[in-house]
């Protein structure tokens, strides 16, 4: 069964910067493309950033230049690392694979930029 554990949020002035981790268990890792995703409340839930089994990436409009995702095959481990946040970057952040997740998903790991 697949976990997924993220980790790494939490409350940063705006202009702050966080790194996110998210690991993933009971799966081959290093075959899938993964994604991380966001909610905001009242939103629905969307795919911010992608990174393909050999590394390519892929950002939303939203986040290119501030964002980057990576991985590590070996640790089954995927990392978003946040720079420059906005207030509007608040919401709580998921990892998963793309472009269709998993049948679960983590807990989630809550992102609030805040002054």
């Known amino acids: 069964q697949v976990q997924l554990v993220e980790s790494g949020g939490g409350l940063v002035q705006p202009g702050g910067s966080l790194r996110l981790s998210c690991a993933a268990s009971?799966?081959?890792?290093?075959?899938?493309?993964m994604g991380w995703y966001r909610q905001a409340p009242g939103k629905q839930r969307e795919l911010v950033a992608r990174i393909s089994n050999s590394a390519s990436t892929n950002y939303a409009d939203s986040v290119k230049g501030r964002f980057t995702i990576s991985r590590d095959n070996a640790k089954r481990t995927v990392y978003l690392q946040m720079n420059s946040l906005k207030p509007e970057d608040t919401a709580v952040y998921y990892c998963?694979?793309?472009?269709?997740?998993?049948?679960?998903w983590g807990q989630g790991t809550q992102v609030t930029v805040s002054s």
């Open positions: 998963n694979s793309d472009p269709v997740p998993f049948g679960s």
């Open positions: 009971g799966v081959i890792f290093m075959v899938y493309n």
